[in-house]
């Protein structure tokens, strides 16, 4: 399994930014396609973005295009989710997720149930 860490998290008025980080570890001799999810008081976990194992592709959800940006760092085995012009509807603790297994690349990167790896996650509040 691969090993997941979210970091970054916390409390920003509306129109401010805010960067999340991702750091996986464990026994991995190669990079895996990421995804970003969100989840807030009483609602289901909610597809943000996710970015293909070389970070040449990117996806993104319609509530957050032209807002957020995903990428990777290979060397340091870090993904980034960068967070600009928050409103208070992104409140959310926020997860990322490992496509170790290949499913949500062949399936579809918005399905959380493909992904096999999960971070701890982070809050994110966003203040009117």
């Known amino acids: 399994q691969v090993q997941l860490v979210e970091s970054g998290g916390g409390l920003v008025q509306a129109g401010g930014s805010l960067r999340l980080s991702c750091a996986a570890s464990g026994r991995t001799f190669s990079s895996y396609a990421m995804g970003w999810f969100r989840q807030a008081p009483g609602k289901e976990r909610e597809f943000v973005t996710a970015?293909?194992?070389?970070?040449?592709?990117?996806y993104y959800a319609d509530s957050v295009k032209g807002r957020f940006t995903i990428s990777r760092d290979s060397a340091k085995n870090t993904v980034y989710l960068q967070m600009n012009s928050l409103k208070p509807e992104d409140t959310a603790v926020y997860y990322c997720a490992a496509d170790s297994l290949g499913r949500a690349v062949l399936r579809g990167y918005g399905r959380w149930d493909q992904y096999d790896s999960w971070g701890q996650g982070t809050q994110v509040t966003v203040s009117s």
């Open positions: 970015i293909s194992r070389s970070g040449g592709s990117t």
